[in-house]
């Protein structure tokens, strides 16, 4: 195996202009090529300026994308509820990860406490969303290069991870499920849901990882195009800021499920002693495009044994913090039988009030698929947010680009590229 296993107990210029091109391109054996937005790698909406002698890449400039949205201020007009229906258009290949990342960080603003439910099933459903992540990263990694079968394999099974979104919060791909304090409404049924999910990890996952496997580990063109290439020393790793299994391929120890825990990766999450779930982090030494396959590819089996050690074990109760009226909707059927509850909802919704926040600053993270992601919030006592600032992995990991591909030939650049898995809408600034 590429890949050793950490034990469970711890552990944009402007370079259309003259000037530039005179500065940076002197030699008459160089050219510029422009990678993408076209090119079906960088899916519209990524730009590679690459400074080309022949076919090895001498000089690589990212632009960060064309996805400007704004994300980070509009945090600063939505308010806590609000705001998770901005955030999971970010990395959207996993929302139900950026939604419980935000209210990590609220909770946490505001000494909420949540439910043992709650954390069981967020924890469930964000290790979903790692392999719903993961399993598009591998699959368009192979398509890339030509694999177009492997593409199939781990996309149709995603195809079932939205019917599991589906059920639980009645949104298909941007469930915007969470909420401060808890969610938007409780599971609809816990045997259906229980039943979906055993589908998925029993049935469905292990045919798509064993296809995946079948046709890629030993495929001599797929494991030609990639080992070796686009290597990270583990220095440059941490140097660069680098999180998730591309930090973990280059032998970075690192993971905050482990480091920082949260929701049931920490010790007595339910409040009466309960033990933190087990599982073990993979970690590469080569730090090349071929060893972040292989560690995705363990992180989703990895997935698989945290669901299943969760699954049977779904605390019965309340899913919204108890008692907490400041900060918890009322549940939508009391709203409209019961006077108190209306009167909690035209507090905190319609009268525009909002939460009582405390005025301070607060950060939480959780580990997301492609590594840490963080948000840190500003509160001044407002209904909204002062400052939001997020900390997404694939930021950083984007500036890894010109450092992996220099030296190598033009058609590595689609190798590298997809090994580091860039969403475009995480690069908005």
Sequence with gaps: MPFTLQPDEGYGLDIESTEYLKDHFQSPDRWVLNFGPQHPATHTTLRLVLELDGERVARATPHIGYLHSGFEKLGEHHDYNQYVCTISRMDYASPICNDVAWHEACERLMGVTLTPRCKVIRTIMGELGRIQNHLLCVGAAGLDLGAF???LYGFNEREFIYDILEYVSGQRFHPDWTRVGGAWRDLPDDDVFVRMVREFID???????????????????FTERLEGVGALPEADAIAWGA?????RASGVRRDVRKDDPYLCFADNWDGQGA???HFSVPVATTGDCLARYHVRLEEMKQSVTIIRQLI?????GPIDAVGDNKVRLADKGDVYGSIEATIQQFELVMHNRGFET???EAYGAIEGPNGELGYLIVADGGRCPFRVRVRPPIFYNFQLFPRLIEGHQLADAVAVLGSLNIIAAELDR
Excluded: H, Q, Y
Excluded at 203 to 221: F, G, H, P, S, W
């Design 358 to 360: 405390p005025v301070g």
């Design 243 to 247: 999180t998730g299994p591309c930090a």
């Design 275 to 277: 033990s933190a779930v």
């Design 203 to 221: 049935v469905r996952m292990a045919k798509a990882l064993r296809d995946v496997e079948t046709l890629l580990n030993r495929n001599r063109i």
């Design 149 to 151: 079968t492997s593409f």
């Design 312 to 316: 049977d074990r779904i605390p019965k």
